[in-house]
C-alpha cells in the first residue's frame, strides 16, 4: 500500500474509541509496517486513564452546580485542556513507535461537545502540532473539517484521509473541499457489516461492500483521481483482503479481530464477551444518541440501563445547543415513573458513561466468528490473541483459513 512516498505493508487497524484502539496495538500494526489507528474519542478520559492527568474531575468541579439541570448548553470544554490532552495521548504514542509502519488518529465529526466547529479544530490541529503521522476522519461528512487544519504547517505533509460509506459522500466531500487544491491521501470505504456506528440506516442489510467499492473505484479512474481505497468491515480473512486488492483496493482496514488481542485496550474479561458470542448476539440498534445505528454485542450492560446523564463530565455529544437525545430520553423516563430510585431507558443511552466504562460492546457483524480464532481452555476461556499474530494471519493466510496461536498454559484463577 502506498501513501505518498511511503510503502506500506496493505494493514490498517481501525480506530475503535474509547481507548479500545488503544497506543499499544497502534504501534504493534506500525511496528509491523502497516497502519494503527488511536482515537480521540473521549481523550481526557483516556489521558486521565494512562498519564494520570485529572481533565475529567477538573470538568466535574467546574460545573458541578449543573449536575440535577436538563439544561446543558452551559456545559462547555476548556479548550486548552482538550489542546493538552490530545497532545499528550498523540505525543507519549508518537514517543514509543518503532517500524517502517504509520500512527493515525480517527477523529469523530459526531464528537460535537457543545461546540462543533471549535472542538474539532483544537482536536485536529492538537493531534498535527504533536506529530500525528495522519488523520482519518470519521463519523460524518467532514465537509468543513479540511478549512479548519489548512493554516497548519503539516496540513499538506500528514496524511489526511476521510471514511464513506458511498460514492455520493466522496463525491460531496471532494466538492466542498476542491478550493483547497488538497485530495485526501486515502478514502477508508467502510460497508454494512462493520462495528460501532455505521454511514446506512436500518436498512443497512440492503447494502453491500464490494458494490461500493466497486462504483468508487470506476468514479476515480474515470475523474482520474489517485486516491488509494481502503475497504473496511466485514473483512474477516486474508483471503477477504485479497479478494478486494484484487478488485484495485490499496489495502484493508481491519478492527474486530484485534478485540481480542492483548494489546486492545477492552478489559480481558470483555474480551471474552466477544470470543462467547453467538451470531444472534449481535444486533445493530438506535440507542446511539448520535442518531446514527450502531452494531454491538445485544448482551452489553450499557443497553437501558438509565443512569443519570454525567455531562458535566463527559459531555461528548453535546450538539451545538447542548443538548443530547438521552438526556431528553431520560428525563422522559423519570417524570413517568416519579419517586423511582432507578429507571429503564431503552430507546437511547448515555455513550459517554457506557464508552468509558466499557459497557456498550461495538463489534462487526462478523465477531461471532472470533472464538474459532483462537484455543478453548478447560475452564472454557478463551487464549488470547497478540496483535502480531492476528496482523500477519491477515498478511499471509491463504485460501480462506485462520491460522490458530499456539497453546498456551490457561490463566490461574485467584483463590
Known sequence: MRLGRQELVPIMIGGMGVDISSADLAL???????VGHISDAMVKT???RRYKTKFVKAKQAQYQYNVESADKSAVKFDLGDLAEATRLHVGKTMERKTGGGQIFINCMEKLTMNGPKETLSVRMNAALDAGIDGITLAAGLHLGSFPLIEQNPRFRDAKLGIIVSSLRALQ???KKNSRLNRLPDYVVVEGPLAGGHLGFGMDWAKYDLATIVAEILA???QEQLSIPVIPAGGIFTGSDAVRFMEMGAAGVQVATRFTVTRECGLPDDIKQEYFKANEEDIEVNEI???????????GSPGIGDGIRPNCEAYGYLLDANGKCAYIDAYNRE??????????????????????RNFDIWTCGQLAWRLKDTSLRHADGSYQLLTAQHVFEDYQFSTDNQVRLPEAEAAPVSAA
Open 219 to 221: 468514479y476515480l479512474k
Open 46 to 48: 483516556v489521558s486521565d
Open 288 to 298: 446511539s444518541p448520535t442518531g446514527y445505528p450502531m452494531r454491538m454485542i445485544k
Open 28 to 34: 504493534e500494526a506500525a511496528r509491523l509496517g502497516g
Open 334 to 355: 423519570v417524570a413517568a415513573h416519579p419517586g423511582e430510585r432507578k429507571v429503564k431507558v431503552w430507546d437511547k443511552t448515555c455513550l459517554c458513561t457506557h464508552m
Open 172 to 174: 460531496l466531500f471532494l
